[in-house]
């Protein structure tokens, strides 16, 4: 693997998500995946008190890039996969108060990781890529933990992949459920004349944090409108929309010892709860306030 070293806060060489981003050189498996740093201050202006904390990219073998936020220098300790039409960023709450290395992806065709052409974001499909990167980003087998669509497509990574990740850990969300990306997206999105408009748009749809989201995950192009970072708002016509994916109860049944993260008031119901005791019984629940701090108690003995 060949690394460079950058002051970019996007890769030099990766599929475009912003209109002034280049275009892929991808890399092929013989010669395993390229990774490029950025050092990301302006990006991470907004935490002052944080950690050291630099963004990173790997060009993977299925073509294009994988980005993902790393805090602190050290090797990670977990990698963490966010909900659909959100980023790496999302993570930034859980990863202050939990104070230990970590990597925070970005998902295939959200923040700043390659789109696909078809725009198949289907958990099953992005296993592969976030293997690879996963693999490169943090080898060893360190424990996923995903929220809602990046729980779906972790049980989809672990279960292909078994020995490239550790423990299994979903918050809010098991197959089938609608987590509250999943209730928004995909969907048709305007164009924005600013982000104020961008954050009354989520805000009408009963997003949570819109104008922080609006925030983080527009991005400007060169008429000065603002657009999504992520593919979801303009999916191709033929592209799949459905990602909630029940069929993977099965590969989640067999996965060992899962833990399921649910928050107070959060979108799984007693029925979903019911389901994952009788269908997955070797794994665990674990009851939360829906806080940062709270989740980064029940991840802080799973990293080491």
Same mark, same amino acid.
């Given at each position: 693997?060949?690394?460079?070293?950058?002051?970019?806060?996007?890769?030099? *060489?990766?599929?475009?998500?912003?209109?002034?981003?280049?275009?892929?050189?991808?890399?092929?498996?013989?010669?395993?995946?390229?990774?490029?740093?950025?050092? @990301?201050?302006? !990006?991470?202006?907004?935490?002052?008190?944080?950690?050291?904390?630099?963004?990173?990219?790997?060009?993977?073998?299925?073509?294009?890039?994988?980005?993902?936020?790393?805090?602190? %220098?050290?090797?990670?300790?977990?990698?963490?996969? /966010?909900? *659909?039409?959100?980023?790496?960023?999302?993570?930034?709450?859980?990863?202050?108060?939990?104070?230990? %290395?970590?990597?925070?992806?970005?998902?295939?065709?959200?923040?700043?990781?390659? &789109?696909?052409?078809?725009? +198949?974001?289907? %958990?099953?499909?992005?296993?592969?890529?976030?293997?690879?990167?996963?693999?490169? $980003?943090? #080898?060893?087998?360190? #424990?996923?933990? @995903?929220?809602? $669509?990046?729980?779906?497509?972790?049980?989809?990574?672990?279960?292909?992949? #078994?020995?490239?990740?550790?423990?299994?850990?979903?918050?809010?969300?098991?197959?089938?459920?609608?987590?509250?990306?999943?209730?928004?997206?995909?969907?048709?999105?305007?164009?924005?004349?600013?982000? +104020?408009?961008?954050?009354?748009?989520?805000?009408?749809?009963?997003?949570?944090?819109?104008?922080?989201?609006?925030?983080?995950?527009?991005?400007?192009?060169?008429?000065?409108?603002?657009?999504?970072? /992520?593919?979801?708002?303009?999916?191709?016509?033929?592209?799949?929309?459905?990602?909630?994916? !029940?069929?993977?109860?099965?590969?989640?049944?067999?996965?060992?010892?899962?833990?399921?993260?649910?928050?107070?008031?959060?979108?799984?119901?007693?029925?979903?709860? +019911?389901? $994952? &005791?009788?269908?997955?019984?070797?794994?665990?629940?674990?009851?939360?306030? *829906? !806080? #940062?701090?709270?989740?980064? +108690?029940?991840? &802080? %003995?799973?990293? /080491?």
């Amino acid at each position: 693997m060949t690394t460079s070293t950058g002051t970019s806060t996007s890769p030099s *060489a990766g599929t475009s998500t912003s209109p002034s981003a280049g275009t892929s050189t991808g890399t092929s498996p013989s010669t395993g995946p390229s990774t490029s740093a950025g050092t @990301g201050a302006e !990006e991470f202006a907004d935490l002052p008190n944080a950690p050291v904390i630099q963004r990173r990219w790997v060009t993977v073998a299925t073509g294009g890039h994988v980005g993902g936020v790393f805090w602190h %220098p050290q090797k990670p300790t977990v990698v963490l996969l /966010h909900d *659909a039409g959100a980023s790496a960023r999302a993570w930034d709450d859980v990863l202050l108060a939990l104070d230990r %290395p970590a990597v925070a992806l970005d998902l295939p065709g959200h923040g700043r990781s390659s &789109r696909r052409g078809r725009g +198949d974001y289907r %958990p099953r499909r992005l296993a592969a890529t976030l293997e690879e990167a996963a693999r490169s $980003f943090a #080898p060893g087998g360190v #424990p996923v933990v @995903g929220a809602g $669509f990046g729980a779906l497509a972790a049980i989809a990574l672990k279960a292909k992949f #078994p020995h490239s990740v550790g423990r299994l850990v979903l918050v809010d969300a098991l197959p089938g459920t609608l987590s509250p990306g999943l209730r928004l997206w995909p969907t048709p999105s305007p164009e924005f004349a600013t982000r +104020d408009e961008v954050a009354a748009w989520l805000a009408e749809r009963g997003a949570t944090d819109a104008a922080r989201t609006a925030e983080r995950e527009t991005e400007q192009a060169a008429d000065g409108t603002w657009s999504w970072r /992520h593919h979801l708002g303009g999916l191709p016509a033929d592209a799949p929309t459905a990602l909630g994916d !029940e069929t993977l109860w099965e590969q989640l049944a067999a996965v060992p010892a899962p833990l399921l993260v649910r928050t107070e008031g959060g979108p799984l119901d007693t029925v979903s709860l +019911d389901r $994952f &005791r009788t269908q997955v019984p070797d794994g665990d629940i674990v009851t939360v306030h *829906a !806080e #940062p701090r709270a989740l980064a +108690d029940v991840l &802080r %003995p799973l990293t /080491h």
